[in-house]
């Protein structure tokens, strides 16, 4: 392609980029270089418009793909607000008793999970078709750069208009991202709030000695308190397979608050008292990685009291065996990390 002289107006070029004709003048020795380098521009521009051509449909395809994605959006974000707003007349249902709240606590729990699956997905979505838009959007600047080179393309302007258009998908594209991830942040910080005065509801309910029993479990334990239940643990022969204890069905729950109970005799009566297992019943404590401890021996009574208060004690759930010997009712047992 043939490069048209550098010394024309100012004026002139604006006017052929608006899309006006402007008169051209040639003096009679340039007549004929004028011709030469006229006609190569003009196979020039007939190649550059069929590649014009294509780049347009496929720009035209990408903007319908961007329109259909970002309604799709919009409709996500209208049902998710719409559920945000259902989440919040179920949380003020969970004020009215202790049971019913800890269940819509867990309720929102696994909504919120959901959301965030939704959120996170959503945005690679959004992640991935910027990076696209912005790929299309350099391949349009080097196509309008190499039309501006031929100022005499009939697709120059409409070229010109869909790069306009692909830079205010994108500017739309990183506001919206950014509303949502505001929108995300403020339901979190709600949601702690719910939680913590969930918390606080359940806490009201502790005895004066530290504790709460429970016929069934809470959904969740709450911040401080350690959860005390019967299971069984897994045992091939003589030997402790590792793997999540088997609680007992019939089993009741026992919360007691942490710091009320670093002593391990004090923490035996009151299992002993509330569970009716009868004084002096509870006798050894093991780790699921730990030796037996036999509370009777002096030597490991200190172990015990030791153990029980940096580390035992330190754990949301400890039990109680119910299984045969050795692992049975007089133990007192938790899983080690």
Same mark, same amino acid.
């Given at each position: 392609?043939?490069?048209?002289?550098?010394? *024309?107006?100012?004026?002139?070029?604006?006017?052929?980029?608006?899309?006006?004709?402007?008169?051209?003048?040639?003096?009679?020795?340039?007549?004929?270089?004028?011709?030469?380098?006229?006609?190569?521009?003009?196979?020039?521009?007939?190649?550059?418009?069929?590649?014009?051509?294509?780049?347009?449909?496929?720009? *035209?395809?990408?903007? @319908?793909?961007?329109?259909?994605?970002?309604?799709?959006?919009?409709?996500?974000?209208?049902?998710?607000?719409?559920?945000?707003?259902?989440?919040?007349?179920?949380?003020?249902?969970?004020?009215?008793?202790?049971?019913?709240? @800890?269940?819509?606590?867990?309720?929102?729990?696994?909504?919120?999970?959901?959301?965030?699956?939704?959120?996170?997905?959503?945005?690679? !979505?959004?992640?991935? !078709?910027?990076?696209?838009?912005?790929? /299309?959007?350099?391949?349009?600047? /080097?196509?309008?750069?190499?039309? /501006?080179?031929? !100022?005499?393309?009939?697709?120059? #302007?409409?070229?010109?208009?869909?790069?306009?258009?692909?830079?205010?998908?994108?500017?739309?594209?990183?506001?919206?991202?950014?509303?949502?991830?505001?929108?995300?942040?403020?339901?979190?910080?709600?949601?702690?709030?719910?939680?913590?005065?969930?918390?606080?509801?359940?806490?009201?309910?502790?005895?004066?000695?530290?504790? #709460?029993?429970?016929?069934?479990?809470?959904?969740?334990?709450?911040?401080?308190?350690?959860?005390?239940?019967?299971?069984?643990?897994?045992?091939?022969?003589?030997?402790?397979?590792?793997?999540?204890?088997?609680?007992?069905?019939?089993?009741?729950?026992?919360? #007691?608050?942490?710091?009320?109970?670093?002593?391990?005799?004090?923490?035996?009566?009151? @299992?002993?008292?509330?569970?009716?297992?009868?004084?002096?019943?509870?006798?050894?404590?093991?780790?699921?990685?730990?030796?037996?401890?036999?509370?009777?021996?002096?030597?490991?009574?200190?172990?015990?009291?030791?153990?029980?208060?940096?580390?035992?004690?330190?754990?949301?759930?400890?039990?109680?065996?119910?299984?045969?010997?050795?692992?049975?009712?007089?133990?007192?047992?938790?899983?080690? /990390?």
């Amino acid at each position: 392609m043939s490069a048209k002289p550098n010394n *024309e107006p100012t004026d002139k070029k604006n006017a052929t980029q608006a899309g006006t004709a402007v008169p051209e003048t040639s003096s009679p020795e340039g007549s004929g270089s004028e011709d030469a380098g006229s006609d190569e521009c003009s196979s020039d521009c007939s190649s550059d418009s069929m590649t014009t051509t294509d780049t347009t449909c496929i720009s *035209e395809t990408s903007l @319908v793909d961007a329109e259909k994605m970002f309604n799709g959006i919009l409709a996500d974000m209208a049902r998710l607000r719409m559920e945000n707003q259902k989440l919040g007349d179920s949380l003020a249902e969970a004020k009215r008793g202790e049971d019913h709240a @800890v269940q819509k606590l867990t309720e929102i729990e696994d909504e919120n999970i959901k959301l965030k699956k939704k959120l996170n997905e959503m945005e690679q !979505r959004g992640g991935a !078709r910027l990076f696209e838009i912005e790929d /299309e959007n350099i391949k349009l600047q /080097e196509k309008l750069n190499e039309m /501006e080179q031929c !100022r005499e393309s009939r697709d120059f #302007v409409a070229l010109k208009g869909k790069f306009d258009g692909l830079e205010k998908q994108i500017l739309d594209i990183l506001e919206n991202l950014e509303r949502k991830e505001q929108s995300f942040e403020d339901y979190q910080a709600k949601m702690e709030k719910l939680q913590s005065e969930s918390h606080q509801q359940i806490l009201g309910l502790v005895t004066d000695d530290g504790y #709460v029993f429970r016929e069934k479990p809470l959904k969740m334990i709450p911040n401080g308190m350690i959860q005390v239940s019967r299971a069984k643990v897994h045992v091939s022969g003589n030997h402790l397979e590792d793997g999540p204890l088997r609680e007992d069905k019939d089993s009741r729950f026992l919360y #007691v608050v942490r710091d009320q109970y670093k002593d391990f005799k004090t923490f035996n009566s009151l @299992v002993e008292s509330v569970l009716e297992l009868g004084a002096g019943h509870l006798k050894f404590l093991k780790g699921s990685k730990s030796n037996f401890l036999f509370y009777n021996n002096h030597d490991d009574r200190i172990k015990i009291d030791y153990k029980w208060e940096k580390e035992a004690s330190q754990k949301d759930r400890v039990y109680i065996l119910s299984g045969k010997t050795p692992y049975n009712s007089d133990m007192v047992y938790y899983v080690e /990390e």
